[in-house]
């Protein structure tokens, strides 16, 4: 199993040519602003959380507003991104370890991040990616479904698919590379529908339109 070297150069490239600029579209001023935003973003939109962000950005913008904030008040604010009982106490709880370990400031480095509460591999690599400019591959359901339908991997782990992924794409193609593949499974690959017939990538893709 598994894409030559010559597929995964002509997959880059026609992921490329197809969106030439990508970047998060979760609205953010702060790496902090973008950590919060990410936790929130889970089984959610990101238009329903640009939403909501920008209503607890406007009265918590900081690790201390945000980590001493009331937990009832954090509830009612993003009650619409869905779990909001669990992703309340880990934006609180994420929010107040920040202020209280890091002095406010947002550690660049991936070992740290994931130690915050609510914090996992793949959200510590969007914030290292969009943030603070370091190539990362973050594994959403998106890349996880579109990377096992195209043979870049036969994982099913998101942390082993993101080790695969980095053994295999030019390291200076991993950010561009996640988001593409976000972009493309959102508007080709689909999870129950794919659009086989209008895909760029049918060519080498190796399910060849299974699920």
């Given amino acids: 199993m598994g894409l030559t070297a010559s597929k995964i150069t002509a997959l880059l490239k026609i992921l490329r040519k197809r969106y030439p600029v990508v970047k998060t579209q ?81 550690p660049e480095d991936i070992s740290k991040l ?19 400019g370091h190539q990362a591959i973050v594994v959403d359901t998106h890349v996880l479904r579109i990377s096992k339908r195209l043979g870049l991997t036969d994982k099913t782990d998101p942390t082993k698919i993101e080790y695969e992924l980095m053994e295999i794409i030019p390291e200076n193609s991993w950010s561009d590379l996640s988001l593409q593949l976000i972009y493309f499974g959102r508007e080709i690959c689909d999870a129950k529908k794919p659009l086989c017939e209008a895909c760029p990538l049918f060519k080498i893709c190796l399910a060849k339109g299974k699920k």
């Avoid at 130690?115 to 603070?132: D, E, H, I, M, Y």
């Fill in 114 to 132: 994931v130690t915050l509460p609510g914090v996992g591999r793949k959200t510590a690599n969007v914030v290292l990616s969009a943030a603070f």
């Fill in 26 to 106: 979760l609205d953010h001023d702060t790496p902090f602003q973008l950590l919060i935003a990410t936790i929130l973003s889970a089984q959610c939109t990101d238009k329903q959380v640009n939403k909501v962000s920008k209503k607890l950005f406007e009265k918590y913008p900081d690790p201390k507003g945000l980590g001493h904030a009331a937990l009832g008040d954090i509830k009612r604010i993003i009650y619409s991104t869905g779990f909001y009982n669990n992703k309340a106490k880990n934006i609180k709880a994420c929010a107040l370890d920040i202020f209280n370990r890091y002095d406010s400031v947002v």
